[in-house]
């Protein structure tokens, strides 16, 4: 396996198809030709990539949850539920943990265990197992457009199938399902496996199928500052554009400070935009996603509505295209289908009230915008340079030496040396910049930032500041203030 940024040929991506379609009897259910038949017959208003481009064009934010339970009528159910009470706009479904981690055996117990308790046993969707006829089931009974969403490092046969029976958008990428993910899988195989996943998705834009891609934004969810997260975004994006996928949202996940979370969506937007047209992408169609807090939340359901509904205000501030919802649940686990809805309504009602407002240019919003900007082509560049113009390559390099660099990360492959915090107004900076390729001015914004709440808090900045932010917000506040 020689990992390079470069668009597979159909010989190279067939003899692998051939394997993967092998590693669970389901997969002989796949059809290619069959399957881009089938799609051409699913209507346009379910459509991911169709409802994206008029929500983007019209400039609505779109309401979409988490959900996925083991047992396709329940799984029916339960979606059906969350687009009628939750007045969701984008239908996911979140596969279970051991899909995600290829236990395909074990996800078949669950569904059995299921049967025979007569509820979900799995955290979510097991849509391997089910198979393209069992998964169709869903897409034939949800009058939505929907999504896969999952933690899958070896993501391959999940998409043929999900894919093949009518979803029409799929989430993840090599180093968004690998960092947060994993422990010890390595970034050449995951960054590898998801060129797979991206070929699949353009061999259907070939075939005039477009299927919408959406890497993970938020990654560990944990105080992770906007331009690691931007960095990881626009390469995964690189990455799927190189093999030919054409509809891509980005994604990012909220801070809490509401004119750095404003900053960011903004500044990925031109990212984004600056990046693949410089790299000839110039026929991709690029949104934005604003995931609602992914940090712990408070068990107190009336002030998780609140956390809610902060991130519902950012997104639609934002105008991101889309926002992933939270449910008042969150601090408990698996939410019931009840607080799931209501975690939409909740957002559906913050963005109804704020789409006619709009957030004003302020100073401080342009340079919170620059510096994201600033920091994040840091990264970009010098992963380019470390790959020799191979951002793939670059990846790989660019962790091993810190360049690139996730906070609270189980990966044994990101050095985990950067250490983020809030600054007196909430906003996520950096206490140790670690290896990150920042330039002396952005490393004294951050210092200065930093010194500025330890004064106001009479302490040192330190690693205790650290620990505090990542508990502020379940104990009901935003800066992990001093006791
Ligand atoms: C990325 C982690 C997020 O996914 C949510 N999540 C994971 N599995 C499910 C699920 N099966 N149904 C609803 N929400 C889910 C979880 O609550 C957390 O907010």
């Known amino acids: 396996m020689e990992l390079k940024n470069k668009k597979w040929t159909h010989d190279e991506f067939n003899a692998i198809r051939k394997e993967v379609l092998t590693h669970w009897p389901t997969g002989s259910e796949v059809n290619f030709e069959e399957a881009v038949k089938y799609h051409e017959n699913i209507p346009a208003k379910r459509h991911f990539a169709k409802r994206l481009v008029k929500a983007k064009n019209n400039g609505e934010t779109l309401t979409q949850p988490r959900a996925g339970v083991a047992l396709i009528d329940e799984h029916i159910n339960l979606l059906n539920f969350l687009k009628n009470e939750g007045e969701a706009d984008l239908l996911p479904s979140t596969i279970d943990s051991y899909t995600r981690q290829n236990q395909y055996k074990e996800a078949q117990n669950g569904i059995e265990e299921s049967l025979k308790a ?21 897409v034939e009974s949800v009058d939505a457009p929907l999504q896969v969403r999952h933690g899958t490092p070896d993501a391959r046969l999940l998409g043929e199938i999900t894919i093949a029976a009518g979803y029409t958008s799929y989430e993840g990428g090599g180093i968004s399902y690998n960092i947060p993910y994993a422990k010890s899988v390595s ?42 997260s931007h960095a990881v975004a626009v390469i995964e994006g690189i ?42 992408y110039n026929d991709t169609v690029l949104t934005t996603v604003f995931h609602q807090w ?33 449910t008042p649940h969150e601090a408990l686990g698996i939410p019931t289908k009840e607080a799931n809805a209501q975690g939409l309504r909740t957002t559906k009602q ?46 790989v390099r660019a962790f091993e030496a810190g360049v690139l660099d996730v906070p609270f990360a189980p990966s ?44 106001a808090e009479g302490r040192e900045a330190s690693f205790q500041m650290v620990i505090d932010d990542i508990y502020a917000i379940s104990k009901g506040n935003l800066v992990g203030r001093p006791r």
């Not at 046993?121 to 097991?126: D, V």
């Not at 990012?252 to 031109?270: P, T």
């Not at 408070?298 to 519902?312: L, R």
């Open 187 to 228: 970034l050449e195989r995951t960054i590898y496996d998801w060129q797979y996943c991206d070929r699949m998705i353009g061999l259907y834009a070939e075939h005039g199928v477009e299927i919408n891609r959406e890497p993970f934004g938020p990654l560990t969810g944990t105080l992770v500052p906007p331009s690691v």
């Open 294 to 326: 992914m940090g712990g939340f408070p068990q107190d359901e009336a002030k998780a509505f609140g956390v809610i509904s902060w991130g519902a205000a950012a997104a639609a501030l934002a105008k991101a295209t889309k926002v992933i919802v939270k």
């Open 412 to 455: 044994k492959f990101s050095l985990n040396k950067i250490l983020p915090a809030r600054d007196n107004n909430g906003a996520v900076r950096l206490f140790d910049v670690g290896n990150l390729p920042f330039t002396p001015d952005i490393v004294a914004f951050h210092k200065d930032k930093m010194n500025e709440r330890a004064k």
């Open 350 to 395: 913050m963005i109804n009230m704020l789409k006619d407002q709009s957030f004003p240019m302020t100073k401080e919003l342009e340079i919170e915008i620059n510096m994201i900007k600033a920091e994040t082509r840091c990264i970009l560049d010098k992963v380019f340079e470390l790959g020799n113009g191979d951002y793939a390559v670059g990846t």
């Open 118 to 138: 007569g509820r979900s046993l799995l955290n979510g969707f097991p849509a391997v197992n089910h198979g393209v006829k069992g998964v169709r089931r869903v």
């Open 239 to 280: 990455l799927a554009a190189e093999q030919g996928v054409k509809n891509i949202t980005l994604g990012y996940g909220q801070c809490g400070n509401l004119v750095q979370d404003i900053a960011a969506i903004k500044a990925l937007e031109q990212l984004a935009d600056e990046y693949m047209a410089k790299h000839g």
